[in-house]
């Protein structure tokens, strides 16, 4: 089955600092999404990416859906304590219509 | 608040024995996912509903069910529960098959 690698599996920065985390897949996907899931919650949808080569900005939030629709990355500018949490990257289509694929998750520790 | 609504919080039970996990989907959502949480590890997609119709399983035990009501609220029923069935459960809706997701804030399942 589809498979996503997201990268780095864990991050430990100063507040202030950027952050850059990315995902890969050995398939396509049609759509991308980011999520961002604090302890005890559900994951909450950050950004959804529809389109090949696509840069979407939300806040302090970039993310881009590659162009070979197998890859995506999140930026975060400027890190603030609360943006500390699990990111996932997800990929929805494909070969799983209507499945959604999340990658490993990305743990993000800000230091104030 | 995604929208997506899941009960009970909590859940403690032993062994051997039977659980039902509801969730009620987003208003006008058709679809509705499960998904596993297990501790160090990410989401599994257990199984998917479509207007009361299965339509896509992923890594779903034997002892799992689920079901989709007219009503569009879904069940996650686990039977013959093991020691590490303990878990986080996710209920997330979406309006049609590549829509992005909205996650539920999960039911903990404890199984003693």
């Known amino acids: 089955g589809q498979q996503l690698n997201q990268s780095p599996q864990s991050m430990f920065i100063q507040e202030g600092e950027d952050v850059s985390m990315n995902c890969t897949s050995s398939?396509?996907?049609?759509?991308w999404l980011w999520y961002k899931q604090d302890p005890g919650e559900g994951p909450v949808l950050l950004i959804a990416l529809y389109k090949a080569g696509e840069l979407t900005s939300n806040g302090r939030l970039t993310a881009q859906f590659g162009i070979t629709r197998k890859d995506s990355f999140l930026n975060i500018s400027a890190s603030i304590p609360s943006d500390v949490g699990i990111y996932f990257c997800a990929g929805l289509g494909g070969t799983s219509y209507g499945k959604l694929t999340f990658g490993q998750g990305t743990i993000l520790t800000v230091h104030p | 608040d995604s929208g997506v609504t899941q009960t009970p919080k909590h859940l403690i039970t032993a062994t051997g024995q039977r659980v039902t996990l509801r969730c009620s989907p987003r208003s006008g959502d058709l679809s509705v996912y499960w998904y596993q949480q297990s501790l160090d590890q990410g989401l599994q997609f257990l199984i998917q509903?479509?207007?009361?119709?299965?339509?896509a399983k992923g890594n779903i035990l034997e002892r799992f069910s689920a079901q989709q009501f007219p009503d569009l609220h879904s069940e996650l029923n686990l039977s013959s529960l093991e020691l590490g069935d303990s878990a986080l459960y996710f209920c997330?809706?979406?309006?049609?098959?590549?829509?992005?997701?909205?996650f539920g804030n999960g039911t903990r399942l404890t199984v003693t």
């Open positions: 997330a809706s979406s309006t049609q098959g590549e829509s992005p997701l909205h």
């Open positions: 509903y479509y207007n009361g119709e299965e339509r």
């Open positions: 398939s396509i996907f049609n759509t």
